[in-house]
């Protein structure tokens, strides 16, 4: 059976393999953008003049996981328009905002460790919702979301296109795992997913917004001209896949069930990313920077969180047990040939804010 499409939440739990110990990545870029969205809200928010007489302000969280990076990036904007709310209203006296965060992931994401490790209801500013759902189609009821974020998100896409597994396509990615750009056709078919779910994450936002809505998207890309093999997270994952091969050596997989494992991840071109975001008439895009990781990255840094990321949708593959096998052989061939973070081609992340129309 190919690679399933619905078994890729990132790793529950609090061990030292979990996401929320695994996932400090991420959570610098989110730190990054920090004060470029808190001054775009304060500068340009305009809901609460829309709507002089709200009461209830929606924020949701779209591919939250299971935390902890998630309350930091609410807070962060909670503060802002809070900040934004008083100022507008130091004269008037009106009654101070509510805040309601609605948390979406897969349905089979970790939500239990994301509200047992939540902020204690004593020290949170907000009501907190879980919405079980793919953000591939709505997840909310039309115009009821004010601001709408996603961070490290959009890369998963809703499925594998099937030609790459169809050994007679020339879409046909071998033992390869990952869309890295080194045959032609694969690129292709994964690029055509991904402009497919875009369009349709887009659209979903486009009726789950309020008019003057903001959606803010942090995520990765690859700029024109760069290969994706040619990038650590891309030289990386080929890594995995040499590895998997490996272990197939000593009888704990098959090349079979290799060929039949693909990821559902696809890091587009930034010009592929902004041709997406632009089809939809809905949105004015407002700010589109390049946001940046301020951290130094070591060999072991990435593999423990690319274990974090992708060990449920390893063994969901290929059963109980091939996680510790392959990451032990992951970090094996690391410590004889390590990564060059140097020489490796930079990807991108990406920072952009969309204003519904
Ligand atoms: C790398 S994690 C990012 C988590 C968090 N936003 C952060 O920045 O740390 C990607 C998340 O997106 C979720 N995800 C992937 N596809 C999804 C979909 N179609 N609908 C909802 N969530 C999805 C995954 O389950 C996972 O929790």
């Not at 979406?104 to 949170?124: A, G, H, I, V």
């Not at 998100?153 to 046909?172: C, F, N």
Request: glycine share 6%; net charge negative; charged share 20%.
């Amino acid at each position: 059976m190919p690679t399933s499409s619905q078994s890729y939440p990132m790793n529950g739990g609090d061990d030292q393999h979990s996401y929320i110990h695994n996932s400090s990545y991420q959570k610098s870029a989110i730190d990054g953008i920090e004060e470029k969205t808190r001054q775009y809200i304060l500068k340009k928010l305009d809901i609460l003049n829309l709507n002089p007489d709200l009461k209830t302000f929606t924020i949701v969280d779209f591919g939250c996981s299971s935390g902890p990076n998630t309350f930091h990036a609410v807070q962060n904007i909670i503060d802002a328009v809070k900040l934004k709310h008083l100022n507008k209203n130091k004269e008037n006296g009106v009654l101070p905002l509510e805040f309601q965060v609605c948390f979406n992931d897969l349905p089979n994401n970790d939500f239990n460790t994301l509200f047992k490790t939540q902020p204690p209801s004593s020290e949170r500013e907000y009501f907190s919702l879980g919405v079980p759902g793919s953000f591939y189609g709505r997840v909310l009821p039309r115009n009821s979301v004010h601001i709408g974020l996603t961070s490290y998100t959009t890369q998963w896409l809703s499925k594998v296109p099937e030609q790459v597994y169809d050994k007679k396509s020339p879409a046909w990615n071998k033992t390869y795992i990952q869309c890295n750009n080194l045959i032609e056709e694969v690129t292709k078919a994964y690029k055509v997913q991904f402009t497919k779910d875009m369009k349709i994450f887009l659209e979903a936002r486009a009726q789950e917004l309020v008019p003057g809505g903001l959606m803010i998207a942090l995520g990765q890309c690859v700029p024109d001209g760069v290969y994706m093999y040619e990038t650590w997270p891309g030289i990386l994952m080929d890594i995995i896949s040499d590895c998997l091969l490996d272990i197939a050596k000593s009888g704990v997989t098959t090349v079979e069930k290799i060929e039949l494992f693909n990821l559902p991840v696809y890091f587009p071109l930034y010009s592929e990313l902004m041709g997406a975001i632009e089809q939809n008439k809905k949105f004015t895009i407002e700010m589109m920077e390049t946001a940046s990781h301020a951290m130094q990255l070591t060999n072991d840094f990435i593999t423990s969180m690319f274990r974090a990321v992708l060990s449920t949708i390893i063994e969901n593959h290929f059963g109980d047990g091939v996680v510790d096998e392959l990451f032990d052989q992951v970090s094996k061939k690391l410590s004889k040939q390590p990564i060059d973070f140097e020489k490796c081609k930079e990807h991108m992340v990406y920072h952009v804010v969309l204003k519904r129309q």
